[in-house]
């Protein structure tokens, strides 16, 4: 079993050194999830280059994810789509001094190998670049790296956590300017979260351990989540957000945090867009602040949205078999 609270054992993602005479023990998922829930409350803006991460961190962005094309190119763009360039990320590294996250593919270990020796603060091995393996996942325990996985079910998200996933994110509908699938998700996970945690305030273990064979996850880590009645770990909403009410909107639903993709920097309004969206999240339950957000921006020069029912590629599928 997996301890929600402390480390695996034996796990190769868990070292120790001195530094000055003191032991410094890295990669323990006390440290990984530590990081994810600095991140609270906070918006992550996918960026392509260095001029689009400085735009993202003077707005007030908690964090940047590097990519080598945003995901509405990447949809329009077809083919395989990988990891972003080592030299982009490391000037990006050079000239932001928030965390710099990157993207990996689905179940591609060396991806998310040299991510972690490049220094990245955090891994996404994500939905929006294209599988590397559609039915396993990174064993995210043997990195000292933290990961973001995408989930869109409580289910998918127990099984990327039981993985080793320090935070997790709805998966929406990338590069679409949608938000309705993003909302669909928390709403998913939030209704089976009250199930889960009204089972266990029953006292029916038996049906607990009927869920975590359903899920396919280790029986501690149901009960916990369901002790709980959330994720243990902080959970993001990601996928189609293009306004500040959108972001303001998933707060609302019990999101810790926001990714904004395609909705910055393929809007034609991007640094009011993005200090926009910082605003909306940080006060969401402040309805007057979240008004003054969305009129500092045009929606005439919003991402143009896609209808998610009529797509031929729907990223959120990737991965979700396993």
Same mark, same amino acid.
């Given at each position: 079993?997996?301890?929600?609270?402390?480390?695996?054992?034996?796990?190769?993602?868990?070292?120790?050194?001195?530094?000055?005479?003191?032991?410094?023990?890295?990669?323990?998922?006390?440290?990984?999830?530590?990081?994810?829930?600095?991140?609270?409350?906070?918006?992550?803006?996918?960026?392509?280059?260095?001029?689009?991460?400085?735009?993202?961190?003077?707005?007030?962005?908690?964090?940047?994810?590097?990519?080598?094309?945003?995901?509405?190119?990447?949809?329009?763009?077809?083919?395989?789509?990988?990891t972003a360039s080592l030299r982009v990320i490391q000037e990006i590294m050079d000239s932001v001094t928030i965390p710099v996250m990157a993207k990996c593919r689905i179940g591609h270990v060396y991806e998310a190998k040299v991510l972690a020796e490049a220094n990245v603060d955090?891994?996404?091995?994500?939905?929006?670049?294209?599988?590397?393996?559609?039915?396993?996942?990174?064993?995210?325990?043997?990195?000292?790296?933290?990961? &973001?996985?995408? #989930? !869109?079910?409580?289910?998918?998200?127990?099984?990327?956590? *039981? %993985?080793? @996933?320090?935070?997790? /994110?709805?998966?929406?509908?990338?590069?679409?300017?949608?938000?309705?699938?993003?909302?669909?998700?928390?709403?998913?996970?939030?209704?089976?979260?009250?199930?889960?945690?009204?089972?266990?305030?029953?006292?029916?273990?038996?049906?607990? &351990?009927?869920? #975590? !064979?359903?899920?396919?996850?280790?029986?501690?880590?149901? *009960? %916990?989540? @369901?002790?709980?009645? /959330?994720?243990?770990?902080?959970?993001?909403?990601?996928?189609?957000?293009?306004?500040?009410?959108?972001?303001?909107?998933?707060?609302?639903?019990?999101c810790d945090g926001i990714f904004v993709g395609s909705g910055i920097f393929k809007a034609e309004d991007a640094m009011e867009r993005a200090r926009a969206t910082v605003?909306?999240?940080?006060?969401? %339950?402040? @309805?007057?602040?979240?008004?003054?957000?969305?009129?500092?921006?045009?929606?005439?020069?919003?991402?143009?949205?896609?209808?998610?029912?009529?797509?031929?590629?729907?990223?959120?599928?990737?991965?979700?078999?396993?």
């Amino acid at each position: 079993m997996i301890p929600l609270s402390g480390d695996l054992p034996k796990s190769k993602g868990i070292k120790s050194e001195n530094v000055e005479s003191v032991n410094v023990t890295k990669g323990t998922s006390t440290l990984k999830r530590g990081f994810a829930h600095m991140l609270k409350n906070g918006v992550v803006m996918d960026v392509t280059t260095v001029e689009q991460a400085r735009i993202a961190e003077e707005a007030g962005a908690v964090s940047v994810m590097v990519l080598d094309k945003l995901p509405s190119d990447v949809r329009k763009a077809g083919g395989v789509a990988r990891t972003a360039s080592l030299r982009v990320i490391q000037e990006i590294m050079d000239s932001v001094t928030i965390p710099v996250m990157a993207k990996c593919r689905i179940g591609h270990v060396y991806e998310a190998k040299v991510l972690a020796e490049a220094n990245v603060d955090m891994v996404d091995e994500s939905e929006v670049l294209t599988p590397a393996d559609e039915n396993h996942h990174i064993w995210k325990w043997d990195f000292t790296t933290p990961f &973001v996985n995408g #989930a !869109r079910s409580l289910a998918e998200a127990l099984r990327r956590i *039981e %993985e080793g @996933a320090a935070m997790i /994110r709805t998966k929406g509908e990338p590069g679409t300017g949608n938000v309705a699938e993003a909302v669909l998700h928390i709403k998913k996970v939030n209704n089976e979260l009250r199930t889960i945690k009204s089972i266990y305030d029953s006292g029916d273990k038996q049906e607990l &351990v009927s869920m #975590a !064979r359903e899920f396919k996850v280790s029986f501690d880590l149901v *009960e %916990e989540t @369901a002790k709980l009645g /959330r994720l243990p770990v902080v959970n993001f909403a990601a996928g189609g957000i293009a306004t500040p009410a959108d972001a303001a909107y998933l707060m609302s639903l019990g999101c810790d945090g926001i990714f904004v993709g395609s909705g910055i920097f393929k809007a034609e309004d991007a640094m009011e867009r993005a200090r926009a969206t910082v605003l909306a999240t940080t006060f969401w %339950e402040d @309805a007057d602040a979240v008004k003054e957000a969305q009129k500092m921006i045009n929606e005439k020069q919003s991402i143009l949205g896609l209808d998610v029912k009529n797509l031929e590629l729907r990223m959120q599928d990737r991965g979700g078999s396993a």
